[in-house]
């Protein structure tokens, strides 16, 4: 039971299977069926390995009838092993050594005469050593009925010149195998080289060897049979275990053979190899859910959730999952309990942008997303991100209620937690809303003043700090201190040009674009922008 549960879950492994055939052999020794079938079982699971020559010799060792053994030359003849080479040459020294009637089934064996005939004829060899004139004789298991023109006049022993042509005719028919195989072995051998550790270990892999084994499975994938492929996929997952890439690229391969294998692949990494990774249990979740296995996809991504809490990706996956089946009810059912979970104020607004977002594109309720936000802002005030999400949200409702975001915009600008960078370009922004929604322009008038104050503020914070780096700079120089210079303050003309400066960084929001003041383009944004920055008033 011990062998039967190693052999199931490394099928590839040759030694285990010969330790479990060398123990099956010593209590069962009378079960010569059994064996066999112990051994078929390990060369359909493993007998493709390019490393699986120590079971195929076990076998044909092991086998005592002389047509079966003929008949596994010829199986591993046409596999590419290490040992090809050993085949052949033991192949030959089978056929050397029997007699070709002993190693060859009675159909083979008169198939292969009648050829030998035909040849001789077509030659026309008269060498009366090699065939009597007359049908050719029967050569079979004593008490064998003789079919009809084969009986053996001479007793039923060829001669040796017919055996040695029957036994040439063997080899050279091998031999074409051989050759075919020795092209087959060559174009994998510097894969195989270049494999140094094909065993499990803790240790990562090198960047080398994880390559080499891409590139190995990419060309088998595409030059070899699917068996093949299949063994050298499990040979990987025994040096990849730990490396979920590989995982996933085997369970896509087996997607267009056997959806069974595939939730075995998958089974396999996320429950023994790669319990705590999200990226192989999330693949696994979306393939039932594409099968239509909702509760499977569930079940994992719950799993997950369990053994490694807190992953947003996780948290938004079962509720994409849940939003898909339609489970409404659901979906806001998780945002709340993440919302209040959350481990931090960030993730808590992050989770409530997505909740608000959910209730204004899939529940229609802009109120209620309306309060989910007004909640976040309370809890995370020096969120900007909130403040955005939210005036994207009034931007999208028709009509836009002009009162709402003027509400949202000063409740941002007189928050204490934004810098004066912030506050400017927000302010420039609010300018940009009242010119394209505003239907009154004192409003208008009050924000422009309130935004050169700020522009003015901006500026003078600038100035002053660039002021204090000169000094440091300054003070931090290693000339003596007779040869340093006094610092002083910013002439007027450097003062304008920082003051443009900072107008031009900060002062207008994005939408305008950039200023050079060396070489403005003539455009009426930019001159718009220019008279802003300039303290022009224009209302």
Not at 197 to 218: A, I, M, S, T
Not at 365 to 373: C, G, Q
Not at 454 to 464: A, G, S
């Amino acid at each position: 039971m011990v062998y039967e549960t190693g052999v199931k879950t490394i099928p590839v492994c040759v030694e285990l299977w010969l330790h479990y055939i060398s123990f099956y052999v010593t209590y069962f020794v009378d079960s010569t069926e059994d064996i066999r079938k112990l051994y078929e079982r390990a060369i359909k699971a493993a007998g493709t390995d390019f490393r699986s020559d120590k079971l195929w010799d076990s076998y044909i060792s092991w086998e005592k009838d002389l047509p079966n053994v003929t008949s596994l030359h010829d199986r591993v003849l046409s596999i590419p092993t290490q040992l090809y080479r050993h085949h052949y040459d033991s192949f030959k020294h089978h056929v050397e050594t029997h007699h070709p009637k002993e190693i060859l089934s009675l159909d083979d064996f008169l198939k292969l005469r009648k050829e030998i005939v035909n040849k001789t004829i077509l030659t026309g060899d008269d060498d009366e050593n090699v065939l009597d004139e007359g049908p050719p004789a029967f050569i079979g298991p004593p008490g064998l009925e003789v079919p009809p023109g084969m009986e053996d006049t001479e007793g039923g022993k060829c001669d040796t010149d017919e055996a040695i042509k029957l036994k040439d005719r063997l080899i050279s028919t091998r031999e074409v195998m051989y050759r075919k195989n020795e092209e087959e072995v060559s174009k994998r051998w510097n894969f195989e080289e270049a494999i140094k550790r094909p065993y499990f270990h803790v240790k990562p892999l090198e960047r080398g060897q994880l390559k080499n084994w891409r590139e190995y499975l990419d060309w088998e994938i595409q030059n070899g049979t699917h068996e093949r492929v299949v063994v050298l996929f499990e040979r990987c997952m025994i040096a990849c275990a730990l490396y979920e890439d590989f995982w996933m690229k085997y369970a896509k391969y087996m997607e267009d053979h056997s959806l069974d294998a595939v939730r075995t692949v998958y089974s396999r990494a996320c429950k023994i190899h790669l319990p705590k990774k999200p990226y192989i249990h999330m693949a696994w979740a979306s393939f039932e859910e594409r099968q239509g296995n909702y509760d499977g996809a569930y079940d994992v991504l719950a799993t997950l959730e369990k053994s490694v809490p807190g992953l947003i990706m996780v948290a938004m996956r079962r509720i994409s999952l849940e939003r898909r089946r339609g489970n409404l009810a659901t979906v806001e059912t998780f945002f709340k309990d993440y919302i209040e979970n959350a481990a931090s104020p960030e993730i808590a607004s992050f989770y409530s942008i997505k909740y608000a977002r959910f209730l204004l594109k899939i529940k229609v309720d802009p109120e209620a997303a309306r309060e989910v936000f007004k909640q976040a802002i309370e809890k995370d005030m020096g969120n900007l991100k909130l403040y955005l999400q939210t005036l994207d949200l009034e931007y999208q409702c028709t009509p836009v209620d002009e009162e709402k975001v003027n509400i949202l915009f000063e409740s941002l600008l007189n928050c204490e937690n934004f810098s004066l960078e912030t506050k400017a370009k927000m302010s420039q922004r609010k300018l940009e809303f009242l010119e394209d929604f505003c239907t009154d322009i004192k409003k208008l008038k009050d924000a422009y003043d309130e935004h050169q104050k700020l522009m003015k503020d901006l500026h003078t914070e600038r100035k002053k700090r660039s002021y204090d780096a000169a000094n440091y700079t300054q003070s931090m120089s290693e000339e003596p201190p007779e040869k340093k210079q006094k610092s002083e303050p910013p002439t007027n003309g450097a003062s304008e040009s920082m003051s443009q400066s900072a107008g031009t960084e900060h002062g207008s929001y994005p939408y305008w674009g950039s200023y050079n003041e060396t070489k403005p383009e003539v455009t009426p944004l930019r001159s718009l922008r220019k008279l802003q920055n300039r303290n022009v008033s224009f209302y």
